[in-house]
């Protein structure tokens, strides 16, 4: 089996709010991924909690999924990136990782970087538009060297970089893959495409 870890533990500065709970076409973000992650045939996803991690869970029902909250978040993106490949089932054979800024990935991205991990890729990513994006799927074989690696806000971008033999990159017709959230302004283009042309189809 492959796993999901959705990473939701920051505070948010730059938008001012928790990015968990942005409402993307009158769904919660955390909540819109969960689902499409759920849909795509990912049980059980790992979401790795943190900053305001009581209010995130008494607004958004989390049942399917197995939640941990990072006890210290200020140490950033890697600590929760360690935390959530920590935390997968020790029966699954990798992962699929996404941050709760990437709320208009759609199902079929998903899913496509899904059969990537099955077929045997040890890394593997969406592009669109010639940029990369997410999920990116990282097999269980990558998890030591990678840890190794992260420090601070980064995550797992150096690894990547260092490895790109390892890359099996996956075209995808999806915006949303690369559409991250970060400010108010970063919300407002992203509600601004799904009304031109919605991020997912397929959910």
Do not use: W
């Not at 709970?21 to 991924?33: H, Q, T, Y």
């Amino acid at each position: 089996m492959i796993a999901g870890v959705v990473l939701a533990a920051g505070f948010g500065t730059r938008m001012g709010s928790p990015k968990a709970l942005l409402s993307i076409d009158g769904e919660p973000a955390l909540g819109r991924i969960v689902r499409r992650f759920l849909t795509a045939g990912i049980h059980r996803p790992v979401v790795v909690l943190g900053h305001r991690h009581e209010d995130i869970e008494a607004q958004l029902d989390l049942v399917d999924c197995r939640v941990v909250v990072n006890p210290d978040p200020s140490r950033g993106l890697s600590s929760s990136v360690r935390l959530g490949l920590a935390s997968i089932e020790p029966s699954a054979t990798g992962a699929l990782v996404v941050p709760v800024d990437m709320p208009a990935i759609s199902v079929a991205t998903i899913r496509a970087v899904y059969a990537a991990g099955r077929t045997g890729a040890r890394i593997a990513a969406p592009v669109f538009g010639g940029r990369r994006g997410f999920p990116v799927y990282l097999a269980r074989s990558c998890f030591a060297e990678l840890e190794r690696s992260l420090s601070g806000d980064r995550g797992a971008r150096d690894y990547l970089v260092a490895h790109p033999a390892d890359l099996v990159t996956v075209e995808v017709d999806d915006p949303g893959c690369v559409l991250d959230i970060d400010t108010p302004e970063d919300l407002e283009r992203l509600r601004a495409c799904e009304r031109r042309v919605p991020c997912d189809t397929s959910a």
